[in-house]
């Protein structure tokens, strides 16, 4: 393509800009706007490769002048249309552009200007962003809280359920969450894990790491009274004698 350029300068969206400043950014779009829509306009005849794309084109409108039993001489020429039009079409373009870099110097210099206004305006989005970003860290912090107590929750039925344990059960109305062991989540090389889901999925995953204890049923030797037990109790009352296996487990 011909090197002809219309870049612009990146300022800030229109809603950080001073009213005084939107007029020239109106007329820095509306002049790259005509620009954009003048070079997609002759494409074709600015494009690096016209002279090819032009021939190609005449090769065929003579190709198919001969099967018609027309004078192939007859047809008009792309080729000669873009040698006559392409000097007038750059120098178009060039004068578009120099329209887009006069209405990007005068929109930059203008900024330049304003930029007390413009800081204050961004400094004003940034704070407001800052409030959010606070109130919703607190809400997060006080969620993560309200899920630590409901592990201790699951905590208390995994010691009933999977253990046979007999821990009290208690409510409280925050805790840190952790794992089943009782740390909080951390990575294989023992560093924290991320809040949120991924603190969730380790945790949930320690659960499930959770070897219920086997159990026994013994016979105590002092009033026959049997009893279900973890296997390792069991075994300690049965080494010291007060007790002796009432199952049939080898």
Same mark, same amino acid.
């Given at each position: 393509?011909?090197?002809?350029? /219309?870049?612009?300068? $990146?300022?800030?969206?229109?809603?950080?800009?001073?009213?005084?400043?939107?007029?020239?950014?109106?007329?820095?779009?509306?002049?790259?706007?005509?620009?954009?829509?003048? %070079?997609?306009?002759?494409?074709?005849?600015?494009?690096?490769?016209?002279?090819?794309?032009?021939?190609?084109?005449?090769?065929?409108? $003579?190709?198919?002048?001969?099967?018609?039993?027309?004078?192939?001489?007859?047809?008009? #020429?792309?080729?000669?249309?873009?040698?006559?039009?392409?000097?007038?079409?750059?120098?178009?373009?060039?004068?578009?552009?120099?329209?887009?870099?006069?209405?990007?110097? /005068?929109?930059? #210099?203008?900024?330049?200007? %304003?930029?007390?206004?413009?800081?204050?305006?961004?400094?004003?989005?940034?704070?407001?962003?800052? #409030?959010?970003?606070?109130?919703?860290?607190?809400?997060?912090?006080?969620?993560?809280?309200?899920?630590?107590?409901?592990?201790?929750?699951?905590?208390?039925?995994?010691?009933?359920?999977?253990?046979?344990?007999?821990?009290?059960?208690?409510?409280?109305?925050?805790?840190?969450?952790?794992?089943?062991d009782g740390h909080e989540a951390v990575d294989i090389y023992?560093?924290?894990?991320?809040? $949120?889901?991924?603190?969730?999925?380790?945790?949930?995953?320690?659960?499930?790491?959770?070897? /219920?204890?086997?159990?026994?049923?013994?016979?105590?030797?002092?009033? $026959?009274?049997?009893? %279900?037990?973890?296997?390792?109790h069991a075994a300690a009352l049965v080494d010291k004698?007060?007790? %002796?296996?009432?199952?049939?487990?080898?």
């Amino acid at each position: 393509m011909s090197e002809i350029y /219309a870049d612009t300068t $990146g300022v800030p969206p229109r809603q950080f800009l001073p009213k005084t400043l939107h007029k020239l950014l109106d007329a820095r779009e509306a002049a790259h706007e005509k620009f954009v829509d003048y %070079e997609d306009q002759h494409v074709d005849v600015i494009h690096d490769g016209w002279e090819a794309r032009a021939i190609a084109k005449d090769e065929a409108a $003579g190709a198919a002048a001969v099967a018609a039993g027309r004078d192939p001489l007859d047809e008009p #020429s792309h080729l000669e249309d873009a040698q006559r039009q392409r000097p007038r079409i750059l120098g178009a373009l060039k004068a578009l552009a120099a329209e887009v870099r006069r209405t990007d110097a /005068a929109l930059a #210099s203008a900024v330049r200007r %304003e930029l007390p206004a413009i800081e204050a305006a961004i400094e004003a989005r940034v704070s407001a962003a800052a #409030s959010a970003y606070i109130d919703a860290q607190r809400a997060a912090d006080e969620a993560r809280q309200s899920y630590g107590a409901a592990l201790q929750l699951r905590a208390w039925v995994v010691d009933w359920s999977r253990l046979g344990l007999r821990t009290d059960y208690q409510e409280l109305p925050a805790a840190t969450p952790v794992t089943f062991d009782g740390h909080e989540a951390v990575d294989i090389y023992d560093r924290p894990i991320a809040r $949120g889901a991924a603190e969730v999925v380790a945790i949930d995953e320690s659960y499930g790491r959770v070897v /219920a204890e086997p159990k026994r049923v013994i016979r105590s030797k002092t009033n $026959g009274q049997e009893i %279900e037990i973890d296997a390792t109790h069991a075994a300690a009352l049965v080494d010291k004698g007060q007790a %002796e296996y009432a199952d049939d487990v080898a």
